[in-house]
């Protein structure tokens, strides 16, 4: 196996979009054999991606990281831990040892500690290493699908057939929402399935407290920032947090940290196009 990581000076860089080097695992057996520093050569999530799926890594490890980039990752099927942060040669073990997860909207919400950043919009299909997961034959093998998503109303919120390529991604390990990863473990190839999710089944309920005032001379940039605008915040330990800006008057601006699907009913069409082993 093969883990890259965000770097820079020994730590984790905190935006995928931005770094200039990974460095980069080989992993037999549970433990590090060699590792390397590479350059990024190249701008943009797709570039990186695509530079990523050349040296044939299997997992990357990352702080901030937006919808899109983790979007083209999957289409290479590179499994995503973000929110990591601190060692890089730590994060690696930590992942190893199935201690490294998704950070989600984890922030102490009292401006201390904080700091804005550019976000790029979209949000995580899932998280990394989850206590229980889907049971069926598909469980831990390399998958395509093709997919479209609407609410319960009709609209469509996302489609791959109108990218008009399958996303590939590894089911069972946390790349894809809980609901889609449970209806994809048990189907067979050439299959198309109707799935409705709940949000416990999807991106959870949304939670009153993650929306957060805090004053804007405590917030370095949160100036520059207006309302509808996607930023990370910064927690008390140095993780990212993806929130959006919902009000800002002249001395305070408010966010809120819940996923943009949170509190949503989804319905999936889902087909199976193609199932490669491992």
Same mark, same amino acid.
């Given at each position: 196996?093969?883990?890259?990581?965000?770097?820079?000076?020994?730590?984790?860089?905190?935006?995928?979009?931005?770094?200039?080097?990974?460095?980069?695992?080989?992993?037999?057996?549970?433990?590090?054999?060699?590792?390397?520093?590479?350059?990024?050569?190249?701008?943009?999530?797709?570039?990186?991606?695509?530079? /990523?799926?050349?040296?044939?890594?299997?997992?990357?490890?990352?702080?901030?990281?937006?919808?899109?980039?983790?979007?083209?990752?999957?289409?290479?099927?590179?499994?995503?831990?973000?929110?990591?942060?601190?060692?890089?040669?730590?994060?690696?073990?930590?992942?190893?040892?199935?201690?490294?997860?998704?950070?989600?909207?984890?922030?102490?919400?009292?401006?201390?500690?904080?700091?804005?950043?550019?976000?790029?919009?979209?949000?995580?299909?899932?998280?990394?290493?989850?206590?229980?997961?889907?049971?069926?034959?598909?469980?831990?093998?390399?998958?395509?699908?093709?997919?479209?998503?609407?609410?319960?109303?009709?609209?469509?919120?996302?489609?791959?057939?109108?990218?008009?390529?399958?996303?590939?991604?590894?089911?069972?390990?946390?790349?894809?929402?809980?609901?889609?990863?449970?209806?994809?473990?048990?189907?067979?190839?050439?299959?198309?399935?109707?799935?409705? +999710?709940?949000?416990?089944?999807?991106?959870?309920?949304?939670?009153?407290?993650?929306?957060?005032?805090?004053?804007?001379?405590? /917030?370095?940039?949160?100036?520059?920032?207006?309302?509808?605008?996607?930023?990370? /915040?910064?927690?008390?330990?140095?993780?990212?947090?993806?929130?959006?800006?919902?009000?800002?008057?002249?001395?305070?601006?408010?966010?809120?940290?819940?996923?943009?699907?949170?509190?949503?009913? /989804?319905?999936?069409?889902?087909? +199976?196009?193609?199932?490669?082993?491992?």
């Amino acid at each position: 196996m093969k883990i890259a990581v965000t770097y820079d000076n020994g730590e984790v860089f905190q935006h995928f979009g931005h770094t200039e080097q990974f460095k980069v695992y080989d992993v037999e057996d549970g433990k590090i054999e060699y590792s390397k520093i590479i350059g990024s050569n190249g701008s943009g999530h797709g570039a990186l991606a695509t530079l /990523l799926a050349g040296e044939s890594i299997d997992v990357l490890i990352c702080g901030g990281i937006g919808g899109g980039a983790q979007a083209a990752l999957s289409e290479q099927g590179i499994e995503l831990c973000a929110g990591a942060s601190g060692s890089a040669d730590e994060a690696v073990e930590a992942y190893l040892r199935g201690e490294l997860v998704n950070t989600g909207a984890n922030c102490d919400h009292h401006g201390e500690g904080h700091s804005c950043h550019d976000h790029e919009e979209g949000g995580c299909h899932g998280s990394c290493h989850k206590d229980s997961g889907p049971q069926g034959k598909n469980v831990g093998k390399r998958v395509r699908t093709h997919y479209r998503g609407t609410f319960n109303d009709g609209t469509q919120f996302d489609s791959s057939y109108d990218r008009g390529e399958p996303l590939e991604f590894v089911c069972g390990a946390g790349m894809m929402i809980q609901g889609f990863d449970a209806a994809v473990a048990g189907m067979e190839e050439g299959e198309t399935v109707q799935v409705h +999710l709940m949000p416990s089944e999807a991106y959870g309920e949304a939670d009153p407290n993650a929306v957060f005032t805090v004053e804007i001379v405590q /917030l370095p940039g949160a100036e520059e920032l207006s309302v509808g605008q996607q930023v990370y /915040l910064q927690n008390s330990y140095g993780q990212p947090v993806p929130v959006k800006v919902v009000a800002k008057d002249d001395k305070t601006i408010t966010f809120d940290a819940n996923h943009e699907m949170a509190g949503k009913e /989804l319905n999936f069409t889902i087909e +199976l196009v193609e199932v490669l082993e491992e």
